[in-house]
């Protein structure tokens, strides 16, 4: 199984945390790729900043360090 995992925030710390904890519910032999928005803002607290205007709107989606497959089991 391969999972597109995107994170809306420019977080890549946080982007790592959640492919983390997805790898921790899936079975051993999934992977994830887990992307960090290119722009935006760096935490999405509220659905006004969720929905701000221009979101999409630029470089596509960068992906974490360290590469962007994570095997789920590490």
């Keep these: ?3 597109l995992l995107l994170n809306p925030n420019t977080s890549a710390a ?4 959640m492919a983390r904890a997805a790898a921790a519910a899936l ?3 999934a992977h994830i ?6 722009t935006g803002l760096p ?3 509220s ?3 969720a929905h701000r205007p221009g979101r999409g709107r630029g470089p596509p989606a960068r ?5 962007r497959r ?3 089991r590490c």
């Design 33 to 38: 790729t887990a992307l960090t928005a290119a």
């Design 14 to 17: 946080m982007t790592a945390r």
């Design 63 to 67: 992906p974490p360090p360290g590469g």
């Design 43 to 45: 935490y999405i607290a």
């Design 47 to 49: 659905r006004a900043e």
């Design 1 to 3: 199984m391969r999972i």
């Design 27 to 29: 079975a051993p032999d």
């Design 70 to 72: 994570t095997p789920a």
